[in-house]
């Protein structure tokens, strides 16, 4: 819209006939339609008309449009800064009281682009999988994910093997040590430990979860021998259910020695087996703050393709976890 109008020459005999003030004024209301000021909407708008929202200070350019797939609506324009915003309201800029940007949200997009010296500390949102990534040129020479749980992301629990309690009554493992390491040695099918531990609240829920036991041979075994575990559990609602529960029986679990000499050798390893504990069992199901007792004992000890004692040494709980990275 120019910022002034040549006014029209109404002279009787030298002015302008009359179809050219139409005209002149034709153009003048379409001039006026594409950009309104005022406190209130110009009636009538049409698509892609502008107008400039007096009704609070600052001013609001808005604009006619079309958003998704709905109709025609007023929507507020945003324009580049021309510099960084400081919302800092002292005037020494001393950061004791800034302001709080509100609906503000970082950049949406499917795949991060290319981290450079000039987006150093961009964030962004990767919609494909919920992430929130910064870009870290400087320090990283790329991005760096500030919520780095996904949802196979697993958390840990250590369970305790120390002392005798867990061990079953009648046959339980033995004390061994295998060089520095100290743990318990299974080398008979009827030899069992019980193991408990209460489900963290930060479990995702509706994922099973992993026993895992970590070994060394107790003695030396040939290439691509199998450690066989299995076991049961029992899962108790506390103040609602017994220990004496009906159990429910793992799956047997399955560990290829392979053929490598330190693997395959006495101490060998250490080699790790995953018992799952079916979260959605009819009879002992899991859920966040419940305890879980597992017994475990070896499926199967020597023989053809069986390896023969373990040393256990270690063993932990893993579990996909919630969103979040502290464990409640």
């Known amino acids: 819209m120019p910022a002034t109008w040549n006014p029209l020459n109404d002279n009787p005999t030298t ?50 449009v079309r958003i998704d797939a709905g109709g025609p609506s007023w929507q507020t324009l945003v324009a580049r800064l021309p510099g960084p915003v400081n919302a800092d309201p002292s005037v020494v800029d001393d950061r004791l009281a ?32 919920g992430e929130l990534w910064i870009a870290d040129m400087p320090v990283s020479a790329g991005w760096k994910g500030l919520l780095s749980v996904t949802s196979t992301s697993l958390d840990t629990v250590e369970l305790p093997l120390e002392g005798d309690v867990g061990n079953d009554a009648t046959n339980p493992p033995t004390k061994a040590r295998k060089g520095v390491l100290e743990g318990w040695l299974f080398d008979d099918v009827a030899e069992k430990r019980t193991l408990a531990y209460v489900v963290p609240k930060n479990w995702r829920g509706a994922a099973d979860l992993r026993l895992r036991l970590f070994q060394v041979l107790a003695q030396a075994q040939l290439a691509g021998d199998d450690i066989d575990w299995t076991g049961e559990i029992r899962t108790l609602i506390p103040g609602q259910e017994r220990v004496t529960k009906a159990a429910t029986a793992l799956a047997v679990a399955v560990t290829d020695i392979g053929a490598d000499v330190d693997g395959i050798d006495d101490g060998g390893g250490p080699h790790v087996t995953e018992l799952v504990v079916d979260h959605d069992d009819p009879n002992n199901p899991v859920s966040a703050g419940c305890l879980v007792l597992v017994t475990v004992w070896r499926a199967s000890v020597a023989g053809a393709g069986k390896a023969g004692g373990v040393v256990v040494f270690h063993a932990d709980l893993a579990y996909a976890q919630t969103p979040r990275h502290e464990r409640a």
Do not use: H
Request: hydrophobic fraction near 40%; aromatic fraction near 10%; charged fraction near 25%.
């Open 98 to 129: 800034p302001f709080e940007f509100k609906a503000l949200r970082v950049e949406n997009r499917n795949a991060l682009p290319a981290a450079s010296p000039l987006n150093a500390g961009l964030l962004v949102y990767r919609i494909t999988d």
């Open 15 to 64: 002015g302008d006939d009359i179809p050219t003030a139409f005209r002149e004024l034709e153009a003048r209301t379409l001039d006026l339609r594409g950009c309104w000021v005022g406190a209130t909407p110009p009636v009538n708008p049409v698509e892609g008309q502008f107008w400039l929202d007096t009704s609070a200070v600052p001013y609001r350019l808005k604009q006619y």
